[in-house]
């Protein structure tokens, strides 16, 4: 674990390690999660399963795909790391302590075809700043020891540059990223991108998240930010993908942009919630902090004081929901939800190291470790989502808290730092995600694994 200060604000910087030890009952301790059953299954029956079941709705008009992605379709072909940059100006143009958040670029390294790896990365260095760099992707490599030194290193294709400059109405570090085409009045692609804390200052006047800016990091021209109407930015600011045209002209034509954000802290959601939005229709950019009209919601989940329980299925205080991809593969598709599931609700708990609740430890002073969500059987995963369910919310046919996840991609074991028992999952900003549509390429990554806490890059085949 690594602590980061900065000016009036305290960030926690985590790398994924944790605490070993045995499994306590904390049962009857547990001050949160409020999912049901013993989470062991990967299928979203809700009982006992294996790790490949899924749900077969089959051939739908709201789900151009045919059928949906299951566990097997991931294969996982290795991973690659960012390089040691220092620029000697301590402005922060830097990989070290960077959360990595990812976009994949279609049109990047034209050379990069040769080694079946086109396109390129765009990546943000150190979280101070989040200055913005792009690299070229090599083919990965599969370490079996999980040594860094085993692994290719990208190189830069553009050097960092402050995207975030002109943004002044601003708060925290990007958390996400996706690249779309150029649309509406636009000449150019952008960059889409959230921009927040996990701990506001001022809770009750929070800044807008949401902004673009091109390609050409020398030129950004960064637009933004703006919020979602009216809604919370903690509720919507965080993960940002693509929506595959095909999906979007059957169900919501024009909206060919999703973003959401799981922050289960503050009162706000137990659950990845996901928006639709199209902020190029708005303005070429629209006004700095403009309140977007044009938005739907796919998914939205409540907090812990509410009395139906409209919350994510088997949830739990410490998962915590990091990146996301609209994944289409032949004639299969889900949406993929990346970050820590807890398996065991009631092994879940807020405290401090070694199983410690703050009752137990704070009259005493002897609490070790920081304070947050911890977990008991903590993962790293990736939730699957039926799109023809986020068509229902749109025709009024479900709830957006009745979406739920109906398989499970257990990623843990191809972490350098897996998550362990008490790991500290408040505050971990691993599992940048993005997905190049045309190879079929999920990319996730994984920070604080090597040199002056340096990220990797993962990388899963996603079959047909």
Known sequence: MKSILSTGLLLLFFSLSGCGGALPD???????????????????????????????????????????????????????????????????????????????????????????????????????????????????????????????????????????????????????????????????????????????????????????????????????????????????????????????????PGYLLATGRHRNSFGDAEGPNLYLTRPWDEGNPPARSARLAQYKKLAQYYGPGDAQKR??????????????????????????IVGIKELDVNKAYYGYENWKTPDQCEPSGTCQGQRGWRCGNGRGSILLYDPADYAKVLRGELQPHQVQWYARVDINDKLFNPITPTFLSTGSDSFGTTFDRAHGLLYISEQGVWGDSQPIVHVWKVKQ
Do not use: C
């Open 26 to 252: 904390l049962s009857t301790n547990l001050t949160g999660g409020s999912g049901g059953g013993d989470g062991t299954t990967d299928d979203g029956s809700g009982g006992s399963g294996s790790s490949d079941g899924v749900i077969d709705t089959g051939s739908t008009s709201e789900n151009p795909s045919t059928e949906l992605l299951q566990p097997a379709d991931f294969e996982y072909l290795g991973a690659f790391k960012l390089p040691e940059i220092y620029d000697g100006t301590g402005n922060n143009r830097t990989f070290a302590y960077s959360n990595a958040p990812l976009a994949y670029y279609p049109d990047g390294d034209s050379t990069g075809s040769a080694d079946g790896y086109a396109g390129s990365l765009f990546i943000a260095g150190h979280l101070y700043s989040s200055h913005m760099a792009e690299v070229k992707i090599p083919a990965p490599v599969i370490s079996a020891a999980k040594r860094a030194s085993d692994l290719p290193q990208t190189t830069l294709i553009q050097n960092f540059s402050n995207v975030l400059s002109p943004v002044s109405n601003k708060e925290g570090f990007i958390l996400g990223m996706v690249y779309l085409p150029k649309q509406g009045s636009q000449t150019t692609g952008k960059i889409y991108f959230n921009v927040s804390t996990d701990y506001s200052a001022d809770l009750a006047n929070p800044k807008p998240t949401l902004g673009w800016f091109d390609v050409t990091l020398g030129t950004p021209n960064t637009g933004g930010t703006w919020f979602l109407g009216n809604e919370q930015p903690f509720n919507t600011g965080k993960y940002l993908m693509e929506v595959p045209k095909a999906w979007a002209d059957a169900n919501a």
């Open 311 to 336: 919350w994510a299925k088997d949830f739990a205080g410490s998962d915590d929901y990091q990146g996301s991809a609209w994944l289409t593969a032949g004639t299969k598709g889900a949406v993929a």
